[in-house]
């Protein structure tokens, strides 16, 4: 059963409804679209999916990819690019990426590839379409700095409540909000930066250069917190708005809780008070909510608590994407489906190399949690005994 950071189980009902409403009729429009041999691609895929065969699925995606090139159907050469990086490849979904963009958008004269600009402007426009999803946002920034690098002047354009922060990592480059109207000689976007920067995983993994923090905010949490708990200090982001994903239920959230020797930061979002009573199960000082962070507000301050923790456990949401970002030491939990952004092979993902990937792997989840806490106290262990050194 599938929980949400709101623990409305009438909302799950009701989101539920209404996606498999947007998915009946977005299949019914492919139906009388003529996007046949699409279908009986994803037919194909589907089942290597299911079994976990990613030897005959990167063969079916190639199918794809080439399918996509000569029908020039962008929408398809972005989901086969998605599914070349989960599956590794991330110079092919880096092509491919940068082939769906031209086509939506035209190949123009002024794109940056790589090249050093001289006296050039750059301009880095790090916008989603849709401001709520930040993932791909804080994913790429990191590479940012490079490209600014090779420019006189390099400008990044991000949303309002990305600015400080961005602008902090990269002080050499001027962040301006997503609302400013800027131009440069030449411009890069995301597949750009994937293109030039992420073709290589190990490069990508030796390369990282991670999002900073306020470091004075970052003292003002870990005092605060280091005054309620001598435990290990542990964010703990637990749900997402998407009904797609498969996660943990409260109740087991709490045994993992219960069983962990940390003392656990809420890093959710949202009207979160009725989840926190049942995650607790009666024991407040567990897990700590502190109200004075808003994400979805002030992302800088989010960033800042993140930076303060010791660990971080967390599904595959916005925190993952910015916990990463930051160099915590985190785990990623990810369900069995076909996410966007977490490789299927290995424990590890160069976007984010200090954190350690965890799979269902078609395990019930407690079974999975208890992995997870003998992984947290690993990483807790290593981090105190770095500390003491130090």
Request: aromatic share 8%; net charge positive.
């Amino acid at each position: 059963m599938t929980s949400f950071y709101h623990g409305s189980y009438i909302r799950y009902v009701i989101g539920g409804l209404g996606l498999q409403l947007r998915r009946y009729t977005k299949a019914v429009r492919r139906l009388f679209t003529g996007s046949k041999p699409v279908l009986e691609q994803q037919a194909k895929i589907d089942p290597l999916i299911a079994r976990r065969d990613w030897t005959g699925l990167e063969a079916s995606t190639n199918e794809m990819a080439i399918m996509a090139d000569r029908a020039r159907d962008p929408e398809l050469m972005q989901k086969a690019g998605q599914a070349f990086e989960r599956l590794g490849k991330f110079a092919r979904a880096a092509e491919l990426r940068l082939s769906a963009r031209r086509q939506r958008k035209g190949k123009g004269a002024n794109e940056w590839t790589g090249e050093d600009l001289g006296s050039d402007t750059l301009l880095i426009d790090l916008v989603e379409d849709d401001p709520r999803s930040l993932g791909r946002v804080i994913r790429h920034a990191r590479l940012a700095g490079a490209a600014a690098a090779c420019a006189q002047s390099a400008t990044i354009r991000v949303e309002p409540r990305l600015v400080s922060l961005v602008q902090r990592t990269f002080p050499n480059a001027t962040v301006v909000p997503a609302q400013q109207n800027v131009v440069g000689d030449k411009f890069a976007t995301f597949e750009h930066l994937a293109w030039v920067f992420g073709r290589d995983a190990e490069t990508l993994a030796a390369d990282f250069v991670p999002l900073r923090a306020n470091p004075e905010l970052v003292e003002t949490f870990r005092k605060r917190y280091r005054s309620m708990t001598d435990l290990p200090l542990v964010g703990l982001s637990w749900g997402s708005k998407s009904h797609t994903k498969d996660v943990p239920d409260f109740p087991e959230w709490a045994r993992f809780i219960a069983r962990t020797h940390a003392t656990f930061v809420s890093l959710q979002y949202g009207q979160i008070k009725p989840a926190l009573r049942r995650l607790r199960n009666g024991n407040d000082a567990r897990l700590i909510y502190d109200d004075s962070v808003d994400q979805m507000v002030d992302m800088d301050r989010f960033a800042a608590q993140i930076a303060a923790l010791d660990a971080v456990v967390t599904i595959s949401n916005t925190a993952a994407h910015l916990t990463g970002a930051l160099g915590v030491p985190t785990i990623f939990l990810i369900d069995d489906n076909f996410q966007t952004a977490w490789p299927v092979i290995g424990d590890r993902t160069p976007w984010y190399p200090n954190g350690v990937v965890m799979r269902k792997e078609g395990r019930a989840w407690p079974v999975v949690l208890d992995d997870v806490g003998r992984r947290l106290s690993s990483i807790l262990t290593a981090r105190s005994t770095l500390s003491s050194d130090s």
